[in-house]
């Protein structure tokens, strides 16, 4: 048995899989309408945040917004950022196909994640795909926006466009673990010691919701039905 069943949960609720609890999001309604408004009007967009910030469950928000019909691409540039070639990401949507006839879709919505560099000939083919209607809107997100290498057209299309995720409150983090548990009542876990574990994360969300996870199974295998301050002992001295 998997810990998170011992307090009736069906599965992790403190998964951090950007996949998942879109819905659970705290501190973000201003970012997620920027990112739909600037998606809706045909605009480059750059979202800054820190690792762990929720940068990529932003971009999963706008991709279950606007998928469909194959007009949503994502790419982790992370992964892909040697052997990124934008032509053929287009081409792909259309399969084999798209690929023989140099075929590319129109009114694309390219999200691209975690965007550290990018070679000046895929800087500029962004620029002229999305000049030439190919691509309607690019959502970038990286850690620092002044420090990627991007292209001066395409930091004119950029303009201002350039936002950052607010650092979370003790109270957003609070209300975050509540949201993931449903849990009015504190049971599972009270205000302090969230509060406490957001101070050991660093003020991270990913890793509050980690963390949680951590002391959770502690108390689940000491077979008790609530966090204690106890459990914390488990981050060690160094915390």
Not at 2 to 25: A, G, I, Q, V
Not at 59 to 88: E, H, P, Q
Not at 190 to 212: A, T, V
Request: charged share 35%.
């Amino acid at each position: 048995m998997e810990w998170y069943e011992k307090f009736d949960f069906d599965e992790d609720p403190f998964s951090t899989d950007p996949r998942e609890n879109h819905d659970k999001l705290v501190g973000m309604e201003e970012i997620i309408e920027e990112i739909f408004y600037r998606i809706n009007s045909g605009s480059m967009l750059v979202v800054e945040g820190p690792e762990g910030s929720g940068k990529t469950t932003l971009l999963m928000v706008a991709a279950r917004k606007f998928g469909g019909k194959k007009k949503v691409v994502y790419i982790d540039c992370s992964v892909l950022n040697k052997k990124l070639n934008i032509t053929r990401v287009l081409q792909n949507r259309y399969g084999f196909f798209g690929r023989l006839f140099n075929k590319k879709p129109k009114n694309m919505i390219l999200l691209m994640d975690n965007v550290h560099e990018l070679s000046k000939l895929n800087t500029e083919r962004l620029k002229y795909y999305f000049d030439q209607n190919y691509i309607k809107s690019i959502i970038f997100t990286t850690e620092k926006y002044s420090k990627v290498k991007f292209s001066d057209s395409l930091k004119d299309r950029i303009g201002k466009r350039v936002i950052k995720i607010p650092k979370l409150s003790e109270y957003d983090a609070v209300e975050i673990i509540r949201k993931r548990i449903n849990d009015d009542n504190n049971e599972l876990f009270n205000e302090n010691i969230i509060k406490k574990i957001f101070k050991i994360s660093k003020y991270s969300p990913k890793d509050l919701l980690k963390n949680c996870a951590r002391v959770a199974q502690v108390a689940a295998n000491k077979e008790r039905n609530r966090v204690q301050m106890i459990d914390l002992k488990v981050f060690g001295k160094k915390k």
